[in-house]
């Protein structure tokens, strides 16, 4: 079946450095990725689509400067957090979509768990 | 706007009893409706979708328009379906998923 893979799993920072995460789908090519944000015990909220070969569209109250996503090709779709800060610590997901499978479920990553210091 | 609610947090049942998670949503349109489930961890992972139709791991659900609302039903709960639920929601297609709160199912023996 699809697999979108996530890497990193889980990472630590300090605070004011950036982080980048990686969301890449292993056997289907995905035109448009989703990025996901997780507070603990809640529900996922939408941050933004990334969109290949072009901008990212971004959900409001989402902070395009700070969380900065790259769609450089089908198969992988990166999410920089910018100067990061302790309150950007969360659990972050990305999802893809077949594009050659028309109106498919959305696939998920693993995850990764943020924590900045 | 689009949303999709789940009202209960937690459920708690017993092996072998049914189960019901509940599921409204909001949406002008026709929408797409997903239950995805995500064992403790692991990935979140697709249930079943409205449009399949289909039974999976004996779990069914229904979309009832009139209601709009899709509840997630089992006759017998086992214990390996303790996980969180997450109802979930696509407007047009190719759009993103809104996800309601999740539902953490807790079966016991």
């Known amino acids: 079946g699809a697999v979108v893979s996530q890497h990193p799993s889980w990472v630590i920072c300090k605070s004011g450095t950036s982080v980048k995460i990686e969301c890449r789908s292993l056997?289907?090519?995905?035109?448009?990725m989703f990025w996901y944000r997780q507070f603990p015990k809640q529900s996922l909220m939408l941050m933004a689509t990334s969109n290949e070969g072009s901008k990212a569209t971004y959900e409001q109250g989402v902070e395009k400067d700070k969380f900065l996503i790259n769609h450089a090709s089908l198969t992988l779709s990166t999410l920089t957090v910018t100067s990061a800060h302790p309150e950007d610590s969360s659990f972050y997901i990305c999802?893809?979509?077949?594009?050659?499978?028309?109106?498919?479920?959305?696939?998920f990553g693993n995850g990764t768990r943020l924590t900045v210091t | 706007a689009q949303r999709v609610t789940q009202p209960e947090k937690l459920l708690s049942v017993f092996k072998g009893a049914p189960v019901e998670l509940k599921c409204n949503y909001s949406?002008?349109?026709?929408?797409?409706l997903f239950w995805y489930v995500q064992y403790s961890r692991q990935r979140l992972q697709l249930l079943l979708r409205h449009i399949s139709r289909e039974s999976i791991k004996g779990f069914t659900a229904d979309l009832n328009k009139g209601e709009t609302s899709f509840h997630l039903k089992k006759p017998f709960a086992q214990e390996e379906d303790s996980a969180m639920y997450y109802c979930a929601l696509r407007g047009q297609a190719g759009t993103a998923l809104i996800f309601g709160k999740g539902t953490t199912l807790s079966v016991s023996s």
């Open positions: 056997d289907f090519q995905a035109t448009t």
């Open positions: 999802s893809a979509r077949d594009m050659v499978s028309g109106n498919s479920p959305l696939h």
């Open positions: 949406y002008s349109g026709s929408p797409e």
